[in-house]
């Protein structure tokens, strides 16, 4: 493994890498660093690496000319050009910027694979942009800190592959059970002596049972992550094992018996609702607060031949709750719910909820045309742990029309899960139509349904209607069906938006945007979202139109939807890059 580091500081790495681990594997001849100060490649007659910003502004910049050479000289100019030109790297050159991609185990084995990896350590406000056009094929942050230049993350890199290089730890078991190598922290460790002022080490460890000792470590390093990590729980490799105990350590249900249960439902076990309930500024939250901001729909990812790819619903929904979304969805409209077999959606709720891993909120479509499998929906999304569910009522049939039916379904679905219940409001052909009052009524009288999305016709003013209605026993209210109209929506009073996340990133941002106060500039990224919304007006499919967005970026692998698959023209494509175009700037993952 070669390393060679630009920087204006060499002497710093001195001591780090005449130590330990780093000494040993270049002595051993498995690792050579070679140390390049960029003040050397500085041509002028002070050697000056850093000037003014163009446009103003506090700081230096870090000149262009000097990182330039030192790259040619150390990767060679041809090279060096093909790399950014073809996208082939063999040579990554890595500028350690708080900007950057976040440093992981992950990367640091990609680069092992590489063999070879040039570091940039930048100083002053950064590097010229030139620079990084010409050379940089990758920007990595060792945190969300700011540090006063890249040094320490180059050493933290330097040691993070070096320790995966063959031969260089000489007991690979460590290699294996280090934290973040499985996907899971680490368990905990003891040794001699078995107590130390009191406190004894487990009994287990003392048994001899290899087999309990090893099941006991994963759960301990489960709990851990559970409870310090849980956004690495959706990518760590669960067996079922796995995912039984993690479930065991969410509280359990609230009471079934509902006629003894509080008004409002408890929060649940999750470190979600946990923070919700106990670390907010102005002491406890109100419970009305818990459901809030923008929610994604998961859209259904399908193979050419329609099956599910379930790996890839797992990478969205991991991917939603990345791109900053306050709370995520499915199955609903926009997941094709209706297309989807009944054994699938029990499959898909484990899968969406493990994935989230209590980051966010988790709502679940649980509407179905009989009431019965809509209660065992309600059913496995409580085992789950999913936050709340979301039901049509049991529309296209001619339940649809009665009042009494219509609450007896909604009070099953409350009863089965135990869960908050998000009432769907459409017109009809796809909802029914529940007035304002009508939906009050519901609220009011069945524990637990306290949630409304609103979409009728004239959806906007329908929210309006309903947030002047304003019961107590609605917890929140949602606007949705279409990405456009956060603003208005979160001016109009709704708690959150529910809509498709082809886009999350832009969505949440727009909301958090008018949470801060800042109208002006949720209307400048909504300006954008409209341009790809233009796009992608008159559009033969939506559904795969919005997934062709997932393919570009880079969550889904095909297009293809169960409610139509007809392919998009090569015009129709080309309009919707436009659009899209206008909205990557402020793309967040
Ligand atoms: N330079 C300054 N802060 C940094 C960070 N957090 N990661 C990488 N490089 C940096």
């Known amino acids: 493994m070669r390393f060679d580091i630009l920087t204006l500081f060499p002497d710093m790495f001195e001591s780090v890498f005449r130590e330990s681990i780093i000494r040993r594997a270049v002595e051993a001849g498995l690792v050579s660093i070679h140390l390049h100060n960029i003040r050397d490649y500085a041509l002028d007659k002070h050697h000056v690496t850093d000037d003014a910003p163009y446009g103003g502004g506090g700081g230096m910049v870090m000149k262009v000319e000097p990182v330039i050479l030192a790259l040619e000289v150390v990767v060679g100019a041809e090279r060096l050009a093909a790399q950014k030109r073809s996208g082939e790297v063999e040579a990554p050159v890595v500028l350690l910027t708080p900007a950057g991609r976040l440093f992981s185990q992950e990367i640091a084995r990609e680069y092992e694979r590489v063999g070879r990896i040039v570091l940039i350590c930048g100083r002053y406000e950064g590097l010229d942009e030139r620079a990084i056009t010409l050379g940089v094929t990758d920007e990595v942050s060792i945190g969300d800190y700011v540090l006063s230049g890249g040094e320490i993350p180059a050493m933290a890199i330097v040691e993070a592959v070096t320790r995966l290089v063959p031969g260089v730890l000489g007991d690979m078991r460590a290699l294996v059970d280090d934290s973040h190598a499985s996907g899971l922290l680490e368990y905990p460790h003891y040794t001699r002596p078995a107590t130390f002022r009191g406190l004894a080490v487990p009994d287990i460890l003392l048994s001899g049972n290899h087999a309990q000792v090893e099941r006991w470590r994963r759960e301990q390093a489960l709990r851990r992550t559970y409870a310090r990590r849980p956004d690495l729980l959706a990518r760590a490799a669960l067996s079922a094992r796995d995912r039984a105990f993690l479930n065991s350590l969410r509280e359990p249900a609230p009471p079934r018996d509902l006629a003894s249960a509080p008004?409002?439902?408890?929060?649940?076990?999750?470190?979600?609702?946990?923070?919700?309930?106990?670390?907010?500024?102005?002491?406890?939250?109100?419970?009305?607060?818990?459901?809030?901001?923008?929610?994604?729909?998961?859209?259904?990812?399908?193979?050419?031949?329609?099956?599910?790819?379930?790996?890839?619903?797992?990478?969205?929904?991991?991917?939603?709750?990345?791109?900053?979304?306050?709370?995520?969805?499915?199955?609903?409209?926009?997941?094709?719910?209706?297309?989807?077999?009944?054994?699938?959606?029990?499959?898909?709720?484990?899968?969406?909820?493990?994935?989230?891993?209590?980051?966010?909120?988790?709502?679940?479509?649980?509407?179905?045309?009989?009431?019965?499998?809509?209660?065992?929906?309600?059913?496995?999304?409580?085992?789950?742990?999913?936050?709340?569910?979301?039901?049509?009522?049991?529309?296209?049939?001619?339940?649809?029309?009665?009042?009494?039916?219509?609450?007896?379904?909604?009070?099953?679905?409350?009863?089965?899960?135990?869960?908050?219940?998000?009432?769907?409001?459409?017109?009809?052909?796809?909802?029914?139509?529940?007035?304002?009052?009508?939906?009050?009524?519901?609220?009011?009288?069945?524990?637990?349904?306290?949630?409304?999305?609103?979409?009728?016709?004239?959806?906007?003013?329908?929210?309006?209607?309903?947030?002047?209605?304003?019961?107590?026993?609605?917890?929140?209210?949602?606007?949705?069906?279409?990405?456009?109209?956060?603003?208005?929506?979160?001016?109009?009073?709704?708690?959150?938006?529910?809509?498709?996340?082809?886009?999350?990133?832009?969505?949440?941002?727009?909301?958090?945007?008018?949470?801060?106060?800042?109208?002006?500039?949720a209307r400048r990224v909504e300006d954008a979202l409209a341009v790809l919304e233009k796009a992608r007006r008159g559009t033969p499919e939506h559904y795969v139109d919005r997934k062709q967005i997932l393919v570009w970026r880079g969550v889904f692998s095909c297009n293809v939807a169960r409610i139509g698959t007809r392919p998009l023209d090569d015009a129709f494509l080309a309009e919707l890059r436009y659009g899209y175009q206008a909205v990557e700037p402020y793309f967040r993952v």
């Not at 790996?311 to 900053?324: P, Q």
């Not at 089965?416 to 009524?441: C, K, R, W, Y």
Request: aromatic share 6%.
């Open 263 to 521: 008004a409002t439902s408890e929060p649940r076990g999750s470190p979600y609702a946990q923070a919700l309930t106990t670390t907010s500024e102005e002491g406890e939250r109100p419970m009305s607060k818990r459901f809030r901001g923008y929610y994604g729909i998961a859209m259904t990812p399908f193979n050419e031949r329609g099956d599910i790819l379930w790996d890839e619903l797992e990478k969205e929904a991991d991917w939603v709750v990345r791109a900053g979304a306050h709370g995520l969805v499915w199955p609903v409209n926009d997941s094709e719910f209706t297309r989807l077999a009944f054994p699938e959606r029990m499959e898909g709720i484990k899968r969406v909820v493990d994935a989230v891993g209590g980051r966010i909120p988790v709502i679940i479509g649980v509407a179905d045309v009989f009431t019965t499998g809509a209660v065992r929906l309600a059913e496995a999304s409580a085992r789950a742990g999913a936050d709340a569910v979301i039901a049509l009522p049991p529309a296209r049939t001619t339940m649809a029309l009665d009042r009494a039916l219509i609450k007896a379904y909604y009070r099953a679905i409350a009863e089965a899960g135990g869960l908050p219940v998000m009432i769907q409001n459409l017109s009809i052909p796809l909802g029914a139509d529940l007035s304002t009052e009508f939906i009050v009524e519901l609220c009011e009288e069945i524990p637990l349904v306290e949630l409304v999305k609103e979409e009728r016709e004239l959806q906007r003013q329908r929210v309006s209607e309903i947030v002047a209605a304003r019961s107590p026993a609605i917890k929140a209210i949602f606007g949705g069906g279409t990405v456009l109209g956060l603003v208005d929506g979160h001016k109009r009073g709704a708690d959150g938006y529910l809509a498709a996340s082809y886009v999350p990133d832009i969505d949440a941002q727009i909301w958090d945007l008018m949470e801060a106060g800042d109208e002006a500039g």
